[in-house]
Nanobody, 123 residues
Framework: QVQLVESGGGLVQAGGSLRLSCAASGRTFSDYAMGWFRQAPGKEREFVAAITWSGDRTYYANSVKGRFTIFRDNAKNTLYLRMDNLKPEDRAVYYC????????????????WGQGTQVTVSS
């Protein structure tokens, strides 16, 4: 089993930046493709970005493409999400999860969710 702990959320003005972190423990982090998801108030959880175990391929939701960057440091067992040019509609709780299918794609099966970190963007 893998334990995930997200951090780095907060309040930022529109146009600002944040970097989220997802610290993994319990099993070999580098074995897994990973993903970021978010859930806004009153909405379903949605895919944000994914990355393969090696970091050689990444995928993004159209709504964040060009503004967000997913990357990982396998030596530190940590996944990151760099968010630039934040918009009020990016406000949500952000979660990281393990892609148990190993493909690192939006359609994969994700498990071992973290507790989430809140991102709020003021206009």
């Amino acid at each position: 089993q893998v334990q995930l702990v997200e951090s780095g959320g907060g309040l930022v003005q529109a146009g600002g930046s944040l970097r989220l972190s997802c610290a993994a423990s319990g099993r070999t982090f580098s074995d897994y493709a990973m993903g970021w998801f978010r859930q806004a108030p009153g909405k379903e959880r949605e895919f944000v970005a994914a990355i393969t175990w090696s970091g050689d391929r990444t995928y993004y939701a159209n709504s964040v493409k060009g503004r967000f960057t997913i990357f990982r440091d396998n030596a530190k067992n940590t996944l990151y999400l760099r968010m630039d040019n934040l918009k009020p509609e990016d406000r949500a709780v952000y979660y990281c999860a393990v892609d148990v299918d190993g493909a690192g794609t939006p359609g994969s099966t994700y498990e071992y969710w973290g507790q989430g970190t809140q991102v709020t963007v003021s206009s």
